[in-house]
């Protein structure tokens, strides 16, 4: 499965780096969560299958490939090394706003893994949340924010 970097990998991008100790097990359930919505929730995998490089969601958390780092300067959520890229970066913000945020954000980057440029398709990674229950359609088609859901109509890119 998709992998956390504690310590046994060492990214091509600088500044990815070592998940923390304080932030593996919110890591790990962000994971472990993803894994569930995969499983559970079929329109995830449709949504994914569709994005540029056709890969399911399924697909990417199988894929050993793909690592989980930390990424200590980063001023956004998270990031990926580049389009179809697979180091993940997770930033500090996303873990003090909480494990849900974790979550979106490791789902939002998996749709950069699967081929998601941000300058081509704005809304594609951030819409991929809507795919896995964390946001309502009416975010999405008014841009009005509920706070109640980690999807944020305002993220491009």
């Known amino acids: 499965m998709i992998q956390i970097n504690i310590g046994d990998h060492v990214s091509s991008e600088a500044g990815y780096v070592t998940v923390p100790n304080s932030f593996r097990d919110m890591t790990r359930w ?3 969560k993803a894994l569930s919505i995969a499983k559970n929730m079929p329109s995830a995998d449709v949504y994914f299958r569709a ?6 969601l399924t697909t990417l958390l199988a894929d050993r ?3 989980i780092n930390y990424g200590p300067s980063l001023t956004v959520l998270g ?3 580049f389009a179809g890229g697979k180091e993940i970066a997770i930033a500090p913000s996303s873990y003090r706003i909480g494990r849900w945020t974790v979550l979106a ?3 939002h980057e998996l749709a950069h893994v699967d081929g998601v440029r941000g300058s081509v398709s704005p ?3 951030e819409d991929a949340l809507l795919a896995c229950g964390l946001g309502k359609r009416s975010e999405q088609t008014t841009g009005v924010d509920d706070p109640s859901t980690p999807y944020d109509p305002s993220i491009r890119g």
Do not use: D, K, Q, V
């Open 51 to 56: 994005l540029p490089n056709g890969h399911s």
């Open 105 to 107: 954000t490791l789902i």
């Open 123 to 125: 809304r594609a990674a």
């Open 79 to 81: 990031e990926t090394n």
């Open 65 to 67: 490939s793909i690592w």
């Open 30 to 32: 962000a994971r472990t």
